[in-house]
């Protein structure tokens, strides 16, 4: 009995993630580890390097026979500076990849983004972005069992399921744009904050036939974020954030900071720990490495709420590892917006 009641469960979540247009987007836990994705007006903001290369992992519910894993690869660089007196363009490129459930829905996401940044006298900057791309989403329907073959003892996959698919496999174009304000007072003051809309081209999402009774359009999300990086002395950086997210009936909240440890008291080894909170559904302590322009992270997702009963509270482990780098000397000092490091 217990067997079948978690089959179910698992099949609940899969049906739910295949039908519902309400549900949220693929998320990372480290969200200001993810810029391009949190809002397409960061790409380019790289206020203490010229380029950036970074990858993520995250591998949700491994206790569950049907995790769900979720893999990004980005990119983006400050092009154009010395073509604007007083701001640059922003380049940049994302490839996301999700495998969810029993029936392994995969989703593969390929974005490129543009922003343009501008300098408001010495202490601010607004920037502007967005990004567009593709989304493909595919199903193995051959792997689910639906209520009708419950037999009451096991599932009877022979037995027909009742469910009409009209496709195993889809593919639409999708638009997100952004807006982000930064302001630096001091050489020690860094704060950053902006909002952002995804999918609003309403692309269609379903793999069932079209029905005039169900609007199977994707809705709109729509993000806000606050960061800052605050210098306390030569030894600590904090690094507090704030994030939101709506999608339809679904939100999301999480908070909390982490901080930079000057090991090498020159900025080259920075020891990095931090506790994060999603409101209403997980603790996420992360700790963290930087060896001069590298940089590696681990969080992990410790469930809180009922959720916890079916995960035995384990949420999601996270993996990040990011480069930034600088290009010729000439370039580096055209740079105009600067936040505070140990260097």
């Not at 993630?17 to 836990?29: C, G, P, T, Y």
């Not at 069932?208 to 729509?222: C, E, G, I, K, Q």
């Amino acid at each position: 009995m217990k067997r079948a009641t978690m089959r179910l469960f698992f099949m609940f979540l899969m049906v739910f993630a295949l039908s519902s247009a309400n549900a949220q987007d693929l998320h990372f836990s480290q969200f200001f580890n993810s810029p391009l994705t949190t809002n397409p007006a960061n790409t380019g903001f790289i206020p203490d390097a010229d380029y950036r290369v970074g990858a993520h992992y995250r591998d949700q519910w491994s206790s569950l026979p049907v995790p769900y894993k979720t893999m990004s690869i980005y990119g983006d660089a400050q092009v154009f500076r010395d073509r604007f007196e007083t701001g640059w363009v922003g380049l940049g490129g994302v490839i996301l990849r999700d495998v969810a459930g029993s029936g392994n829905l995969t989703s593969t996401k390929i974005y490129g983004s543009a922003a343009y940044h501008q300098m408001l006298g010495n202490t601010g900057l607004l920037s502007a972005g967005f990004n567009v791309g593709v989304s493909s989403k595919r199903v193995d329907i051959e792997k689910f069992t639906f209520d009708n073959q419950w037999n009451g003892k096991f599932f009877d996959v022979q037995a027909p399921s009742g469910e009409t698919f009209n496709t195993n496999n889809m593919t639409y174009f999708d638009m997100q744009v952004g807006l982000n304000y930064a302001w630096f007072p001091t050489d020690d003051i860094y704060l950053h904050a902006g909002v952002s809309a995804h999918h609003i081209n309403k692309p269609r999402e379903t793999f069932f036939t079209a029905s005039p009774t169900y609007d199977n359009r994707l809705v709109p999300r729509y993000i806000a974020f606050a960061d800052a990086v605050v210098k306390l002395n030569d030894q600590w950086i904090l690094n507090p954030s704030a994030y939101a997210s709506a999608q339809a009936q679904a939100t999301e909240f999480v908070l909390g900071m982490h901080a930079n440890y000057n090991l090498s008291g020159d900025g080259e080894q920075q020891l990095i720990g931090g506790l994060y909170y999603r409101v209403s559904d997980a603790v996420i302590p992360m700790i963290g490495y930087q060896w001069k322009n590298f940089r590696f992270m681990f969080s992990y997702d410790a469930t809180t709420s009922s959720l916890g009963n079916y995960n035995n509270k384990q949420g999601a482990t996270e993996f990040y590892l990011q480069y930034k780098g600088f290009y010729t000397q000439v370039n580096g000092d055209l740079r105009q917006s600067l936040c505070p490091d140990f260097r």
